[in-house]
């Protein structure tokens, strides 16, 4: 199956019988168009950028919002803007990741499509405590929304309303991704001048062959890029699970910087060279991915299952104070996953920890994948995963191994001015909420508390 089959046509052409009947395409293609709208844009975005007087960004996001600008600023070093502002990206409750954040001389731009996402939420009245000056904040949300009204109420320096038609997930070309883009330096036009350089119908043979490959039992999406651009992993991570990970089947990603091989895998390999190349790969695989989600007979828009754990959580924190879970001994983890994984299974690390460990996570992805004979092994922090791979593991095949890893002992208590209880409580009632949709869907789940990754090892 390839492009030659009509496929392009009919996905440019936004022909709905792509994908099952009462599929959402019919308002979330809007990103087909949205790279030349926003290189119309480009000027304006870019006077805009230079009216912002602080030298550093905070955004303030969940998935879609904060995925694309993460992967900007962490490879911005390899051929992107010499000079410019740097962008920190808080996409997590966790609470002494979130007291460190250091506004001094940053501006603060918060991102949610909704408006109504709890921690993008939660994370501007922490910033708002601390600055409480709407000059220094921007938004970036689809029209309407309560974020909208109150960035127009506050006084934001400016509120982006972008066009609705577009997921969470398909959105780094937009504003989502663009603004961010240009307060760190980049050029808007240049970029999506390169998003539209995809070949179309080398993107369509992309997905269609990820298709049939999941299909065939090949479902281990394994997309190896250079050690320089690891951070694509985490927003083509999100892309693969959320679109496809569904109806019990899915394309699972497994990023990595290494070789990798089985019986289960499907690789890609990519060789970007410098940070403009990926907007190329951004719209490339948003083209490939419906295709995919067409060859598994699937919705590639809709999230049917992210839901749940939000529910879970509301009802975790609705009823405090917490619940206790069982905890094992992290000593126990490898041998307890060398018990459950069988052919055709994958590990999903999870971390719900402070920032600032990836590489002792990655070193931790990379023993596991070794212990368990090169298994597929995939890593995320919570509750970041939670809208992104965590629609994969509870609706895509139920070939997770899933190991829970929390943090021992007491966390910092920061408060959230308009809750009655800290940013603690949350991340644990989100671990906590996950845990119990896991475990509702059939998943296997072992938690562990840990002061030290290496107590797993």
């Not at 304006?44 to 230079?50: E, P, Q, V």
């Not at 490959?213 to 693969?240: C, H, M, N, S, Y």
């Not at 990379?366 to 965590?390: E, I, M, N, Q």
Request: net charge negative.
């Amino acid at each position: 199956m390839s492009g030659g089959d009509g496929l392009a046509s009919r996905l440019v052409g936004r022909d709905p019988t792509l994908w099952p009947e009462g599929n959402v395409s019919s308002n979330r293609l809007g990103w087909l168009e949205v790279p030349r709208e926003m290189s119309a844009q480009a000027k304006d975005l870019a006077a805009w950028a230079s009216s912002v007087e602080q030298s550093r960004v905070i955004l303030l996001g969940m998935g879609g919002s904060s995925l694309g600008p993460a992967v900007l600023q962490a490879v911005r070093a390899l051929g992107g803007p010499a000079v410019g502002r740097t962008l920190e990206v808080c996409d997590t409750t966790d609470p002494s990741t979130v007291e460190h954040l250091d506004f001094s001389d940053a501006f603060v731009l918060v991102s949610s499509k909704s408006g109504t996402t709890l921690e993008p939420n939660v994370l501007f009245e922490h910033a708002w405590s601390k600055v409480g000056d709407g000059a220094r904040f921007a938004a970036i949300t689809d029209p309407g929304t309560q974020l909208a009204t109150l960035g127009h109420e506050r006084g934001f320096h400016r509120v982006f309303e972008n066009r609705p038609d577009i997921g969470g997930r398909y959105s780094v070309m937009s504003y989502f991704g663009m603004v961010p883009a240009a307060l760190i330096g980049y050029d808007v036009a240049e970029l999506c001048e390169r998003a539209l350089g995809a070949d179309l119908e080398e993107a369509v043979a992309l997905g269609a062959a990820m298709g049939q490959a999941a299909r065939a039992g090949r479902d281990k999406v394994t997309i190896v890029v250079p050690e320089a651009f690891a951070a694509f992993g985490l927003w083509v991570e999100q892309l693969i699970a959320e679109s496809t990970g569904k109806r019990a089947t899915g394309c699972i990603p497994v990023p990595t910087t290494e070789p990798e091989s089985g019986a289960d895998r499907h690789v890609i390999e990519l060789s970007p060279r410098t940070a403009q190349d990926l907007a190329e790969e951004f719209y490339r695989f948003e083209l490939a991915i419906p295709i995919a989600g067409h060859v598994l007979g699937i919705d590639p828009f809709d999230e049917p299952n992210v839901a749940e754990s939000k529910a879970n959580t509301n009802k975790v924190l609705d009823s405090l104070p917490l619940p206790t879970l069982e905890e094992s001994d992290p000593g126990e983890a490898l041998g307890w996953l060398e018990s459950q994984c069988a052919p055709g299974d994958y590990v999903s690390l999870q971390a719900y920890l402070p920032y600032g460990q990836d590489a002792a996570l990655h070193a931790l992805r990379r023993k596991v994948r070794d212990r368990l004979g090169g298994a597929p092994v995939t890593v995320g922090y919570g509750p970041r995963f939670l809208h992104s791979t965590g629609q994969l593991h509870k609706g895509g095949p139920n070939s997770v191994v899933a190991l829970q890893i929390v943090r021992r002992g007491d966390a910092p208590q920061v408060p959230i001015p308009s809750k009655a209880y800290d940013f603690a409580t949350l991340i644990a009632a989100q671990s906590i909420g996950d845990h119990q949709s896991l475990l509702a869907h059939g998943r296997r789940v072992l938690r562990v508390a840990v002061d030290d990754l290496a107590e797993i090892a």
